[in-house]
């Protein structure tokens, strides 16, 4: 007596060779994507605090790094008489970055002059980074200056 024909036993060697070719497109996709697709870093270039684990505030950082940091964030220099800085930065995932700081009456009017303003006249568009746009708030009664940066 003739055994019946099995399509499973036919299509075996074809449904093992699609599976490991399945297999095979994923872990392709997955170097491709490991090595082509550029990663958004809003670490700014501040030497010694890079990487992707960043928590960071003005303790500890000297004058000059602390102004490369508000140059970093903001879309408008920094004047050199910055006062009384207080600074955020954290990074992990997404990053947060908030500074403060007072500038004089001359710097500030010069500073603020430089900015692109909003709706909000103590609202300012901050520094574009990556497809992230951060905010300037100022207070021209105490001339004092927050930036704000926060990225997914």
Request: proline letters at 9%.
């Amino acid at each position: 007596m003739a055994r019946p024909h099995s399509a499973v036993r036919t299509y075996r060697p074809l449904i093992v060779a699609l599976v490991l070719v399945g297999v095979a497109l994923l872990f392709a996709a997955v170097v491709v994507t490991a090595l082509f697709v550029p990663r958004i870093r809003l670490t700014p270039p501040i030497g010694g605090h890079g990487g992707d684990d960043v928590n960071i505030t003005e303790r500890g950082l000297s004058r000059d790094e602390q102004m490369r940091y508000l140059n970093a964030f903001s879309p408008a220099p920094v004047p050199g008489s910055a006062a009384d800085v207080r600074l955020r930065h954290q990074q992990f995932q997404d990053s947060f970055f908030e500074a403060t700081f007072t500038l004089p009456p001359a710097d500030f009017a010069a500073y603020v002059r430089g900015l692109q303003p909003t709706a909000d006249p103590a609202v300012f568009v901050g520094k574009e980074i990556g497809p992230y746009t951060g905010s300037v708030t100022v207070d021209a009664a105490t001339g004092r200056v927050t930036l704000r940066h926060v990225s997914a």
